[in-house]
Each structure stands twice: as structure tokens, then as C-alpha cells.
């Protein structure tokens, strides 16, 4: 099924211009904020969500995390993996809720091994960006073709971490 997708977030950042791309290339259409979409989806978003901005969309609205959720839930999940010497990070995209951040249910999950030769911006940069585009796509083609993908997070291995 070719969906129409509403993009949010700040264009010209990373996350974005790459979901962009793999929109495109899924042959998806893309939906203006006015428009009604299919899917929303939120590559790089640190605002919380309106009501509406998470129902609107026919399926709902992906946001990305870059923490293996429900583990190291907020805005600063890589900084605080690599301060506490974390194996493992993650590109998940996640359902928008209404409950507490970063705690919708999980569409699509890639763990990623920490690079500590790398910094936190580096390793973002070189691997998590990467794996955010191919868990989009695998989100994407899945729900496009009918298997919505819904893992509910258990609240008990959940984290928060404060943004540094």
C-alpha cells in the first residue's frame, strides 16, 4: 500500500533529510501538516505532541529514540549511555502516546553497539543515522503492507534520563 506521510520535526538536520529519503524511496507519497496522512512520523522531535497530532494520522505517529526503549527513555539517552559506559545503544521507533515520554508501544527496534572511539555526536552521526533509516524502512514496508507492529515497553526495565 502506497501511504502519504507527514514528516515532523526540524528539516535540514540529519535525521530528517535521511527519513526524507527513505520515504521517497519507499515510493510513499508525502502529506503536508494540513493534509490528512496516513502515517506521521518523527525522526529527530524533542517538543511533546498535541492530542491531535497523535491521532490525526490514519495509523498513528513513529517517533525515533536512539535507546534501546524502555531503557534510557528522554533527551539525552546517548550522552547518558556513554557516561555510565553502556554496551549497547539503539535506533527504536515508537508509537506517540499520550502517557508518559517515550513510552508507546515499539513499531521497530536495531541495537547498536557503542563505538567509544567515537564521541556521542560521532557515533550518532556514523551509526545510529544509519540504522534510524534502515529500521524506517523495515517500519515503512511492513506497515504499508498491513502488519502493524505493536510491542508494548515493560514499564519495570524502563529508565528516564534527565537531559544533560
Given at each position: 500500500?502506497?501511504?502519504?506521510?507527514?514528516?515532523?520535526?526540524?528539516?535540514?538536520?540529519?535525521?530528517?533529510?535521511?527519513?526524507?529519503?527513505?520515504?521517497?524511496?519507499?515510493?510513499?507519497?508525502?502529506?503536508?501538516?494540513?493534509?490528512?496522512?496516513?502515517?506521521?512520523?518523527?525522526?529527530?522531535?524533542?517538543?511533546?505532541?498535541?492530542?491531535?497530532?497523535?491521532?490525526?494520522?490514519?495509523?498513528g505517529t513513529l517517533i525515533f529514540h536512539p535507546s534501546p526503549l524502555?531503557?534510557?527513555?528522554?533527551?539525552?539517552?546517548?550522552?547518558?549511555?556513554?557516561?555510565?559506559?553502556?554496551?549497547?545503544?539503539?535506533?527504536?521507533?515508537?508509537?506517540?502516546?499520550?502517557?508518559?515520554?517515550?513510552?508507546?508501544?515499539?513499531?521497530?527496534?536495531?541495537?547498536?553497539?557503542?563505538?567509544?572511539?567515537?564521541?556521542?555526536?560521532?557515533?550518532?552521526?556514523?551509526?545510529?543515522?544509519?540504522?534510524?533509516?534502515?529500521?524506517?524502512?523495515?517500519?515503512?514496508?511492513?506497515?504499508?503492507?498491513?502488519?502493524?507492529?505493536?510491542?508494548?515497553?515493560?514499564?519495570?526495565?524502563?529508565?528516564?534520563?534527565?537531559?544533560?
Open positions: 500500500m502506497r501511504m502519504k506521510i507527514r514528516i515532523l520535526g526540524k528539516p535540514g538536520t540529519l535525521a530528517y533529510e535521511l527519513a526524507y529519503e527513505v520515504v521517497a524511496k519507499s515510493g510513499h507519497s508525502f502529506c503536508a501538516m494540513n493534509g490528512l496522512a496516513d502515517l506521521a512520523i518523527a525522526p529527530l522531535f524533542t517538543d511533546k505532541l498535541s492530542l491531535s497530532e497523535i491521532l490525526d494520522p490514519f495509523f524502555p531503557y534510557g527513555r528522554g533527551a539525552s539517552s546517548l550522552k547518558w549511555a556513554y557516561k555510565r559506559s553502556e554496551p549497547v545503544a539503539a535506533a527504536t521507533w515508537f508509537w506517540a502516546n499520550e502517557g508518559k515520554m517515550d513510552s508507546g508501544d515499539v513499531c521497530e527496534m536495531e541495537i547498536v553497539k557503542i563505538d567509544y572511539a567515537l564521541s556521542p555526536r560521532e557515533f550518532y552521526e556514523c551509526h545510529i543515522i544509519p540504522a534510524l533509516g534502515r529500521t524506517l524502512e523495515r517500519a515503512l514496508k511492513a506497515i504499508g503492507g498491513g502488519y502493524i507492529r505493536r510491542v508494548p515497553q515493560v514499564e519495570q526495565y524502563s529508565s528516564f534520563d534527565l537531559k544533560l
